[in-house]
């Protein structure tokens, strides 16, 4: 489980920028790929974000914002 205060600055990033992936957690916390990836699993637990990994035009593959998010 992650730092309440980790996960709540994930969660206006990625309503920030609307499509994240384990290296853009990374590099926006500082964190390393089994925290960024657990970070991740929250944020899609929570359905902050959609399950599926997509491809996003000038981004590449990652996981969108949920559709009840925006």
Do not use: P, W
């Not at 990836?37 to 969108?64: H, M, P, W």
Request: glycine share 8%; proline share 0%; aromatic share 10%.
């Amino acid at each position: 489980m992650q730092s309440d205060d980790l996960f709540e600055r994930a969660k206006l990033f990625t309503e920030e920028v609307g499509v994240v992936s384990v290296s853009s957690l990374q590099r926006k916390f500082l964190i390393g790929h089994t925290q960024a990836e657990q970070l991740l699993n929250e944020l899609i637990e929570e359905s902050i974000c959609e399950a599926t990994k997509t491809f996003v035009l000038d981004y590449g593959y990652g996981y969108k914002l949920h559709q009840g998010m925006n």
